[in-house]
Every structure is written in structure tokens, then in C-alpha cells.
Nanobody, 112 residues
């Protein structure tokens, strides 16, 4: 069955960095676009970044442009989200999404 497992979340100070990973299994990862979403308490889930299956085409939410970078390694069936210059408003549960499926999420907390 399809599995998406996120890792790499945690507590970081404002201005810090984190790298999230999404390990995919149960489907041909390289055939599907993947994306990262986030959901903060009391807010709706929102798209953060997306990347095409091949070719590297990406798009980002305006709020993270220039700070976050989405990437993927199809040979490792893994997607990544590099997050730099983190702000308190980036605090949320981050979810990986591909092939209509979701991971369980990983908590990112930005606080001093």
C-alpha cells in the first residue's frame, strides 16, 4: 500500500533551518508530482511547495518563496523540503502529499 513517511521536524529558533524528508513506498514515486502542505492550529491546510515528477519544475507559496526549497531524489523514493530563515509563522504540522495520499505529518515549531 502507499506510504508516505515524513521526518525532520522539530523545534528551531527564528532564523534557523530544518530539512524535512518524505520517504515514499508502495507506488512508483518517480511517476507522480509531490508536494508539501502545512496546517497551523486553527487554520486550514495550505500548499507550501510542489515539484513535478521529472524535470524539476517547482512552485511555492508566496509566503515561503526565497526561503524554502523543494526537491526530490527519485532513485531514493524521497522528497525533501529545505527550510531556511524560519519564522514563528512557519510553525505548523507539515505534510507530504503524492498520488492522492498523505503522510502522518511532522511538527515544525519556530520559537525562541
Amino acid at each position: 500500500q502507499v506510504q508516505l513517511v515524513e521526518s525532520g521536524g522539530g523545534l528551531v529558533q527564528p532564523g534557523g533551518s530544518l530539512r524535512l524528508s518524505c520517504a515514499a513506498s508502495g507506488f512508483t514515486f518517480s511517476s507522480y508530482a509531490m508536494s508539501w502542505y502545512r496546517q497551523a492550529p486553527g487554520k486550514e491546510r495550505e500548499l507550501v511547495a510542489a515539484i513535478a515528477s521529472v524535470g524539476g519544475s517547482t512552485n511555492y507559496a508566496d509566503s515561503v518563496k526565497g526561503r524554502f526549497t523543494i526537491s526530490r531524489d527519485n532513485a531514493k523514493n524521497t522528497g525533501y523540503l529545505q527550510m531556511n530563515s524560519l519564522k514563528p509563522e512557519d510553525t505548523a504540522v507539515y505534510y507530504c502529499h503524492a498520488k492522492r495520499d498523505w503522510g502522518q505529518g511532522t511538527q515544525v515549531t519556530v520559537s525562541s
